[in-house]
């Protein structure tokens, strides 16, 4: 990956559909995403097709999916066929995995093989989703080995469009994507590299304080236009967290061109914005050492 040629690093995007048209959610919960976020049924591209959207705008993106099989009863797409899919495109794509926790010691030696057989950069949880709480002892093992192997837990934090208006909200619990859940691992990991995805409706406090405390969290702002950014998030980006916030858009249910284009309305510094793009995200990746090899 030539990261010099890139404009920007999107850290949070999303394989929707497997190769032979598996979705990553069963048919309400994705209806009810698309719902809240108000697209149509054309939200499902192939990584193949992810891939040359990317290229086309001389961006790189971090793709995944979500495990949440033990929940949901629904199978995710396979974290094989995603890394094979993103190295295939290694000039724009960067493969993340997602690890039930659930899974136990078989999602500790899952990981383990991913990164090392397959090239997997990171991992994938949403709490809500998934149905743990994010100090939940039982997703401590996983935790532990990634970070031994050295790569990123994005965890998503706040509101979320699955589920958003079906009968109980589908089954999926809020309070389980509080970031500050997310501070006891930082403590009890303190090596563990980890991304707060989303600007984190209605705990945006709690995650700027996790972010400014713990020397490896970092944020995402994924899933909203920075139009909507409250003002606190948009100090800290501007002050203390500049070097940890990240360039994300929930890809493809919001678009980077829509981002981008807010982004740029948004009052940032400019010695800042090549830091939210791309800077944070290459150092964060490993990207920029692979460039200057």
């Known amino acids: 990956m030539d990261v010099a040629s890139l404009t920007a690093i999107d850290v949070h995007t999303h394989a929707e559909i497997s190769r032979d048209g598996h979705p990553s959610l069963d048919p309400e919960l994705m209806g009810a995403s698309a719902a809240y976020f108000g697209v149509g049924a054309g939200r499902q591209p192939t990584i193949d097709e992810t891939a040359r959207y990317y290229r086309e705008r001389r961006m790189a993106a971090v793709v995944f999916t979500v495990d949440a099989e033990h929940t949901t009863g629904h199978p995710r797409i ?13 000039d724009v794509l960067i493969p993340f ?16 093989r991913l990164v090392v057989e397959h090239g997997v950069r990171g991992f994938k949880f949403h709490p809500s989703l998934q149905g743990f709480a994010p100090d939940d002892r039982m997703a401590y093992p996983l935790y532990e080995a990634i970070e031994e192997l050295g790569v990123p837990a994005l965890f998503h934090t706040g509101q979320t469009g699955i589920g958003a208006g079906v009968r109980g909200g589908g089954g999926i619990r809020l309070r389980y994507s509080n970031p500050m859940l997310v501070d006891d691992v930082a403590v009890d990991f303190p090596d563990l590299r980890i991304i707060l995805a989303h600007p984190s409706f209605p705990w945006q406090d709690e995650a700027l304080a996790v972010a400014t405390h713990k020397p490896h969290v970092h944020i995402d702002l994924s899933g909203w236009s920075p139009k909507y950014f409250p003002p606190q998030l948009v100090r800290y980006a501007n002050s203390l967290l500049q070097d940890k916030v990240l360039f994300g858009s929930d890809y493809p249910v919001i678009t980077p061109d829509r981002w981008l284009a ?32």
């Open 97 to 112: 995995a997602s690890v039930d926790p659930h899974k136990g010691r078989a999602g500790v030696r899952e990981a383990r």
């Open 262 to 293: 807010d982004f740029d309305r948004l009052d940032i510094k400019p010695e800042v914005r090549p830091k939210i793009l791309k800077e944070n995200a290459a150092r964060l990746l490993g990207l920029d050492e692979e460039d200057a090899s």
């Open 78 to 90: 396979s974290n094989e066929e995603i890394a094979a899919s993103c190295a295939a495109h290694p």
